[in-house]
């Protein structure tokens, strides 16, 4: 079951939730809206599963930065979120989508216990300039049900994620780099 906006609220107040830096009017019915952090990472060339993705970093400056639809764009979400007791569904919305700016659409869930500031997997359909903490898309919360297995106790590849991180499959594939 999706949590409801007033439900988010008070499982931020009893500390069931983390959203940091957290606004109770970016609530909505049953969403939270979060926003683009402050730092991108163009990835560069091309891209190969056996091998860590080579790019670029760079900060978002305040008068913005145009993304170009030939290249894959990692970023960071604004706040760090997370919960030991609900699971979470990061998705963009309507404002970004109708921008043409796809925002992580192949990895949207949070797992229980795994608070973190979310990489983010953004695709331009168009030229587009977007903004540092800019609206970019609306986080759900999830009931969970069964015992519960907190991701930070797992041994999962990203479960030490701080800041934006490229793919490690590489660290499954027989004869890539490792």
């Known amino acids: 079951m999706i949590l409801t906006g007033p439900a988010i609220a008070a499982a931020v107040q009893a500390d069931e939730i983390t ?38 970093e760079q900060p978002i400056p305040d008068t913005g930065l145009v993304l170009r639809p030939d290249l894959l764009y990692l970023g960071i979400t604004l706040e760090r979120t997370g ?35 979310w990489t983010l997997e953004i695709r331009a359909t168009r030229p587009v300039r977007v903004y540092p903490g800019m609206t970019f898309g609306k986080l759900v919360f999830l009931t969970a049900f069964g015992a519960p297995a907190s991701y930070q106790h797992q041994p999962a590849k990203y479960a030490s994620t701080e800041g934006i991180d490229v793919s490690r499959l590489y660290e499954e594939i027989d004869g890539g780099t490792r």
């Open 83 to 117: 919960s030991e007791t609900y699971a979470q569904l990061l998705n963009g919305d309507r404002a970004t989508g109708s921008l043409g700016i796809w925002v992580h659409v192949s990895a949207p869930l949070g797992h229980q216990g795994h608070a973190i500031r």
């Open 19 to 56: 959203i940091d830096p957290y606004e109770p009017s970016r609530l909505s019915p049953n969403a939270y809206d979060w926003r683009l952090g402050d730092t991108i990472r163009v990835c560069d060339g091309d891209l190969d599963a056996a091998t860590p993705t080579a790019f670029s």
